[in-house]
């Protein structure tokens, strides 16, 4: 469907400054709606009662908080700001039927890229600063921690109705949203200002790696996030990053449920520890083929899209 969008003229610098703007409404909105829902299911003194060490409802009033979130400031936001400035937005977004080929390599990149990415969770957990750093580096720490606390509170959360609230809120909201700001409109905006694909891709990963606010899992989630954004370019469909975020984030909630209720022995962590050098070279080697052969396949479909923005 082609529309007449309202501010489709603007500069690429305004229309920047207008998604910003979009963000931070749709951020106010958003917590709003979460302090009036929390009033209506436990009363006006909600927050108060909250924090005197009810910890299923601060664990509840989070999860309602992070699906709020979710919608509002990464999804409506996004859709809203591509009906504004776009005359196809849901093209614009990236929302075009993948070639099967390039579904298949968007489902297993994941696993495919799984020993490359544990190593460089390990590594970036080693990363010291100096000495001079060090109270930068325990605020550092501690943020991690507190941040792991409540992902780990959130997953081992028991019964079968709280997994597949994990499901939505850890899975398919934030592959929808995050991938939907990311990938299909910061990188679009960005493409404006660069030759090629490689800068937006760069840029766009390191402002969402540097956003989760989790220090020690910055360069895998910047390498992650890189992996994204090349089947986006490269495809010219969003769906294909959105499914192996999907891939990534549910397979991590699936796996700490059965952990958790003891279906398994091995945690996500066990699970995920390093196999060793060959396979992380293998691993290396067998993500970036899949990539190339994601570009190869969408050669033709993309001819042009970056060469005039």
Known sequence: MTLRPVFGNMSHASKFLMLLMILAIGALLSTGATFLIAAAIWGKDALSSL???????????????????????????????????????????????????????????????????N???????????????????????????????????FLKAPGWNTLWINVLMIGILPAIGEELLFRSVLIGLLRKYFRGSHWPVIISSLIFSAIHLQFYGFIPRFVLGMVLGYLY?????????????????????????????HYISSSVETIGESPGWPWVMLSVMLTLGSLMMLRKLGSGRLAGYWRNP
Do not use: C
Not at 121 to 126: G, L, M, R, T
Not at 244 to 250: G, I, M
């Open 51 to 117: 924090s005197s060490g009810n910890v299923d409802g601060k664990l509840n009033l989070l999860r309602i908080a992070q699906i709020i979130s979710q919608m509002g400031i990464f999804i409506l936001p996004v859709l809203f700001f591509a009906w504004l400035t776009e005359s196809k937005p849901l093209r614009s977004l990236g929302f075009v039927k993948p070639l099967p080929r390039q579904f298949i390599i968007a489902l297993l990149i994941i696993p495919v890229a799984g020993p490359m990415i």
């Open 119 to 153: 190593e460089l969770v390990q590594w970036n957990e080693a990363f010291r600063l100096p000495q001079s750093l060090h109270g930068l580096e325990e605020w550092m720490k501690a943020s991690e921690e507190s941040a792991n606390r409540l992902t780990e509170d």
């Open 233 to 261: 370019v490269w495809s010219g469909s969003v769906w294909l990053p959105m499914l192996a975020h999907l891939v990534n984030n549910v397979s991590t909630v699936i796996i700490s449920f059965l952990y958790y209720n």
